[in-house]
């Protein structure tokens, strides 16, 4: 900062006005006078009074914080306010830096605190590193395959700046709400301890109900965001700028569409198609790529304990593409990577809307929450009744350059279906967040397609009981069960199924162990690449609508970089397990496995056992 | 090559014979297959008769890109493939250049056969299929069903078609030259892991589960030749009407790891290496009539590979060590070659090709020559258990051989060793440095076709003093490490023992033979007197003391050990060692003022020794003592009163009561009395 206060570097007003001087911090005195400009209706920024209260000293790590009052007659009533976050502040006709930081909550002043101009211009002209991968477009990456160039070549295993929202977990584990909490540490946003705080990110919610909202909050609330149910997302660009400006709204338009998050703030300083924002991270994710927008705001929203802007999108321009400590930027020539999500919903007679389109943010953390919160609001707007349901989510979600996975999450729910919070733990959530998470290379969704197939019915069996008809079985003969399945209003079914006993099994007593086929889980390899990654997410269980019978085998099996080898002879076993290296074959116990397809799904879980005989011929 | 260790003293013994020169001297014997073996074989082989003679000479070429050699094709050209495990890759040795052939992409290569035709067929696992391979390309050329495993091929007798044996189905399939497969034989057991093909069409396979070969004549029809001790038949040779199978024996394996419940979907991380436990491996060979021959057995290690050379003599690699034995019809098995891998993952043995391709770690071995010039021998390292000087080396030998030593302090041979010492060529002393540790070397430079065996080596070690690290006394019968002399209130009273036990523990480094004195004295007393007979030699560890004739009171037991019986005079060394107090009490105490009045009981026991231990009294002659307690509630003294109410014990009437008084020796006495 000092730095370019000494050189007198000077900045334009707006975008092409005369560059005027910015004033460093060294100079501001308390009690100076200036203005700052924000948006309080529309797009067009206006002028507010400001005052200085005085300059806190090392507020961040070699940062300064401004604290100004904010006299002005709507700014007396809503006092600090969310989404004011970015707007200029000039003191004796120079740039002092934005409106950034207020009071936890409940401020009684209208008082704010303003990061200095000089890291926000820093930060502003920062190079995205080469190849860095989520942008589009040519400015200012190098060209494919130039060196360093993300369009050829063996890519890095990972962005090159970590950052805040990188997943830190083995790839093929990927958790939500874990994601949110990981990145909420590094944030450090849940410390009660600090009262002043950046002014938070208001995210306007449209297209979505209660639950989703409450998810999105839960999510995204510890991140320094705040939710807001406000609607919006179909954006008209009539009368809507054609750049930003400085004071003028800024979004990040994280998914549009038929439903739409947007996180508001206001611009600072534009200038040659950049602009820098906020005075302070959205996420501190460092370089990031995500859609940004020119705002339109409808209203300053007054309230006690936090006044917001209220606003959406008027324009999609450029995109977000450095989120750091003083400040965000934007550069309006890069277009962010979006995946569109089609949802159609059947089995809902009546229901007003059937057909879902929406535009997600491809981000590692972003991307998944936003889909599981839209796969909610489509649940609740279509299907949100009181009643049993049974569910199925099919989804066919591509992965450019490896093609496309078929995914299915279901249900039986009683008194409603699931909400948001359960579509984070959905295989298709986890899915995208596995795989945009991976650390072998740059992966990218290019469409998620879903079905949400509903029926108002208890399509579940429940497991009354079983009934082993044979409990001494000839090894290489048939055991046969009976199971007694009962069903909510029907009456109770017997359903008799074969199990094969291997002749490996003669003289043993086999323990077999009845369960729901979505409860047994296949063995897999441990993924050594995002191909076998992504073709573990569909080997997540066995048939969904099935009854499995399970044994364990006396032979073990090895797997080993996508391959799956079960019921090994000893000399194998013995051969592919190498005692000279620990990168090879990992050991599992084999079972054999009894598969037997139902007409619903399958509730509890039995055991039996059999005493298995030679046969003597 | 190999180096085994042999770290512990007591290992070394297997090396000693028994002393038959100077006190203390003591022999390296290395006069068997076992003994010979587990060093450094260059060119050599030992037999089982205890001779080592002309054997292979190994080239290393290691294998990159393979942990695991399943199967090997010798080409025309004289290169070799190898199809190899974790990566499904054919690797081809040319040479000293390795490259890959071509990659399947499986999890391993299990078997190679080259058609009449050219074609070169690789079997896989774990997809069931069997590709085509040409340099840089395989082609599935058939998947055969219900069969996620190819363990083995071999070829039609017509050189076109072949037979697969699969798991976990346990089928042998016969595959067309078009790709079309059949089902030849369905087991009942879970896999069929080998495969050969005699001339008159029959296929031999062999099974893993129950360890069965069968002879199937034709489609479905087949016969069980032999039933394996073990679990299966790994591999089946075939020359002249005879079939060779060996057969493995495992026992249940152990328990896989558990996984963590993101095993299989988490990034992997190291596997963990728990050590296999080897099984037993069986070589059999079947006459033309089927009759079944034990040729050869290891009871520590399994095999892997079995090979015939041209004379129709078995080799059989091994699934630990990595050694390759031979057998003769005579059954004299010779070790040929003793690598420092795991496995033998496949063996080639004809006179012109011949090499030894190993798993965990991969590397081809080709056999560049048998014997010859170059041939060394060196022995494991042989452990004296101390520092010792080493006398005369010799050996016998048919022809001339060099032989050296070099010697350390450390068990692996290291740069603080010795050189090796000038050899000699007759026996006779080599200077070499004394150590803890010895090698043995021999060359054949001077006589290739030379012999050796019988090696010996004398050597004394450092005389280092035994010592005594534990004395324990304790009368014969009591409990040990509990409170013996001082009963539990209610528990069994003490048995009485004069004779008391003393045992200790001695630390005697050298291992060199001890004698014992063990003497005692009472408590007080200054001068120890001999516990043993005058002309009594203890040299074991124990002591049965008797005391029946002692004073009581309490003692101390000295042990003293000396090597005297295998050192000079001026050399013995010495040590003793004390036990803890022993108690000697074979007095009974005595019972005074015994009344009994009403059904209150009193009495004073007074013992020499003490503690007087329990009061217990009995009605009526009934064997049934019930314990009383002493009237100051703790039995802590020589001199105990009693003060008892027995109503509870004692029925109302005049019934004859007894009183027995123990001392915490066991020793007792008894009054009675009678109550009305």
Not at chain 1, 569 to 584: H, M
Request: glycine share 10%.
């Amino acid at each position: 900062m000092g730095l370019l206060t000494t050189l007198g570097l000077t900045i334009p007003l707006a975008r092409g006005d005369a560059k005027p001087r910015t004033i460093g911090v060294d100079e501001i005195k308390d009690g100076m006078k200036g203005y700052g400009l924000t948006v309080f209706k529309g797009t067009e920024p206006e002028r507010f009074d400001v005052e200085v209260i005085g300059v806190l000293h090392n507020f961040r790590p070699s940062q300064e914080l401004i604290l100004i009052k904010t006299p002005h007659p709507r700014l007396n009533i809503t006092r600090a306010v969310r989404g004011m976050s970015g707007s200029p502040i000039f003191l004796d006709g120079r740039l002092a830096g934005a409106y950034s930081y207020m009071w936890a909550a409940f401020g009684v002043e209208p008082v704010a605190g303003v990061t200095p101009i000089a890291p926000m211009l820093a930060e502003m002209n920062r190079p995205i590193p080469p190849g860095f991968w989520p942008i589009e477009g040519k400015a200012p990456l190098p060209p494919a395959g130039a060196p360093g160039g993300g369009g050829g070549g063996k890519r890095p295993a990972r962005g090159p700046d970590g950052g805040t929202t990188m997943w830190d977990g083995a790839p093929g584990t990927y958790d939500v709400e874990t994601h949110a909490r990981q990145i909420a540490d590094r944030l450090g946003a849940r410390d009660a301890s600090r009262n002043l705080i950046p002014a938070a990110t208001p995210l306007m919610l449209g297209g979505m109900g209660d639950k989703a909202t409450a998810y999105v909050k839960k999510i995204f609330e510890p991140l320094g965001m705040e939710p807001m149910q406000v609607g919006g997302g179909n954006t008209s660009t009539v009368g809507a700028p054609e750049h930003y400006v400085n004071g003028g709204a800024l979004g990040v338009q994280l998914v549009s569409g038929d439903v739409s998050f947007m996180g508001l703030g206001t611009a600072t300083y534009a200038e040659g198609g950049k602009v820098s924002a906020f005075g302070h991270p959205m996420m501190d994710a460092g370089n990031t790529s995500l859609p940004a927008t020119i705002g339109r705001i409808f209203w300053i929203y007054a309230s006690d304990q936090a006044s917001s802007k209220i606003g959406e999108s008027a324009r999609p321009l450029g995109a977000l593409v450095q989120d750091r400590m003083s400040s965000i930027t934007v550069d309006e020539k890069v277009t962010a990577p979006t995946f569109p999500v089609h949802v159609d919903v059947t089995g809902v007679d009546g229901a007003p809307k059937k057909t879902w389109n929406m535009n997600v943010a491809e981000e590692r953390f972003m991307s998944a929450s936003l889909a599981a919160a839209a796969f909610g609001s489509v649940v609740e707007a279509t299907v949100n009744e009181k009643r049993d349901v049974t569910w199925s989510l099919k989804s066919k979600v591509w992965f450019r350059g490896h093609g496309m996975i078929e995914l299915e999450d279901f249900g039986v729910a009683i008194g409603g279906m699931p909400d948001s919070g359960d579509f984070g733990h959905s295989r298709v959530a986890r899915a995208i967040g596995d795989v945009l998470n991976n650390p072998w290379e740059h992966a990218r969704v290019e469409k998620v397609e879903s079905t949400l197939a509903v029926s108002f019915t208890r399509d579940l069996w429940r497991l009354r009981g079983i009934e082993l008809k044979d409990s001494v079985v000839d090894a290489g003969g048939t055991a046969r069960i009976v199971l007694h399945l009962s069903s909510y209003t029907g009456p109770t079914v017997q359903k008799t199924i074969d199990v094969r006993i291997p002749t490996e099994l003669a003289g043993k007593d086999v323990e077999l162990e009845i369960a729901p086929g979505y409860e047994v889980v296949p063995e897999a390899s441990a993924p050594e690449s995002l191909d076998q990654l992504i073709a573990n997410e569909t080997r997540q269980t066995a048939m969904p609508k099935s009854i499995c019978v399970s044994y364990k085998l006396p032979q073990q099996g090895v797997a080993f970089n996508g391959h799956v080898a079960p019921r090994l002879p000893s000399f194998a076993l013995d051969t592919l397990r190498s005692q000279t290296s620990d990168t090879g074959p990992d050991t599992f116990t084999s079972y054999g496995r009894t598969i037997v397809p139902l007409d619903r799904y399958v509730e509890g879980r039995d055991k039996v056992k059999v005493k298995v005989r030679q046969v003597v011929r | 090559m190999r180096f085994l260790l042999v770290a512990a003293a007591c290992a070394s013994l297997g090396f000693l014979a028994s002393s038959a020169h100077a006190v203390g001297t003591r022999t390296f014997e290395l006069d068997t297959l076992e003994r010979l073996s587990g060093g450094d074989l260059k060119g050599v082989a030992v037999g089982s008769d205890g001779v080592v003679r002309a054997g292979f000479t190994l080239g290393n070429v290691p294998l990159t890109d393979a942990t695991s050699v399943f199967a090997a094709l010798t080409l025309a050209d004289g290169s070799v493939l190898l199809g190899t495990s974790p990566n499904g890759k054919v690797l081809k040795v040319q040479g000293d250049q390795v490259s890959v052939f071509c990659d399947t992409k499986a999890l391993a290569v299990t078997s190679l056969i080259q058609a009449a035709s050219g074609i070169i067929y690789a079997a896989t696992m774990p997809e069931g299929k069997v590709f085509k391979c040409t340099q840089g390309k395989a082609d599935v050329f058939v998947t055969l069903p219900d069969a996620s495993h190819v363990w083995a091929l071999a070829l039609d007798k017509n050189k076109a078609s072949f037979y697969a044996a699969t798991g976990p189905e346990g089928k042998v399939f016969r595959v067309e030259p078009g790709g079309q497969s059949s089902v030849h034989y369905h087991s009942d057991e879970p896999h069929l892991v080998s495969v050969a093909v005699a001339d008159n069409g029959d296929v031999y396979a062999g099974s893993s589960g129950k360890g069965l070969l069968y002879r199937i004549t034709g489609p479905g029809r087949a016969a069980v030749v032999y039933d394996f001790p073990g679990e299966e038949v790994k591999s089946i040779a075939l020359w002249k009407g005879t079939v060779w199978a060996i057969g493995n024996e495992y026992g249940d394996p152990p328990e896989a790891p558990r996984r963590s419940p993101a095993a299989g979907r988490a990034q992997p991380g190291p596997v963990s290496t728990t050590k296999a436990k080897p099984g037993k491996g069986t070589l059999f060979r079947f006459d033309a009539q089927g009759r079944p021959e034990r040729m050869m057995h290891h009871d520590d290690m399994h095999y892997m590979t079995l090979a015939l050379d041209e004379a129709g003599v078995a080799f059989v690699g091994t699934g630990a060590e990595g050694r390759v034995y031979s057998v003769n019809d005579a059954h004299a098995v010779t070790l040929v070659a003793d690598t420092d891998e795991r496995q033998v993952g496949a063996l080639d043995v004809s006179a012109q090709r011949a090499f030894v391709a190993t798993s965990d770690g991969a590397v081809f071995h080709r056999v560049v020559a048998r014997g010859g010039g170059d041939a060394v021998w060196t022995s494991k390292v042989l452990d004296a258990g101390l520092r010792a000087k080493f006398g005369s080396l010799s050996w016998r030998a048919s022809g001339v051989l060099e032989l050296s030593l070099r010697s350390g302090n450390s068990a692996a041979p290291d740069a603080a060793w010795s050189g090796w010492a000038n050899p000699i060529s007759a026996p006779g002393v080599v200077a070499v440095q004394p150590g803890r540790y010895v090698q043995v070397r021999a060359r054949w430079g001077r006589d290739p076709k030379a012999t050796l065996g019988g090696v010996t080596l004398p050597f004394v070690t450092d005389n280092v003093r035994p010592v005594v690290t534990e004395v324990n006394a304790a009368h014969r019968g009591s409990r040990e490490g509990g409170s013996a002399t001082v009963p539990a209130s209610g528990g069994e009273p003490p048995k009485h023992e004069s004779v008391v036990k003393v045992s200790w523990k001695v630390d005697n480094a050298d291992n060199d033979p001890l004698r014992y004195r063990v003497a005692f004295r009472r408590e007080g007393q200054t001068l120890w007197r001999d516990a043993l007979k005058t002309d009594e030699i203890l040299t074991k560890s124990e002591y049965e003391w008797e005391t029946v004739a002692l004073p009581e009171g309490k003692y101390r037991v000295r042990v003293e050990a000396s090597d005297e019986p295998s050192n000079p005079p001026d050399q013995v060394q010495k040590h003793t060692l004390e036990s803890p107090l022993v108690l000697v009490d074979n007095t009974p105490p005595v019972l005074n003022a015994v009344t009994l009045a009403g059904r209150k009981l009193k009495a004073r026991a007074v013992d020499g020794v003490g503690p007087i231990a329990r009061f217990e009294i009995a009605v009526d002659g009934k064997p049934e003592w019930r314990p009383l307690a002493p009237a100051d509630g703790v039995f802590d003294s020589a001199d105990e009163a009693l003060d008892a109410d027995v109503s509870a014990v004692v029925p109302p009437g005049s019934h004859i009561v007894a009183l027995r008084a123990f001392d915490a020796a066991g020793n007792s006495v008894v009054r009675e009395l009678e109550s009305q």
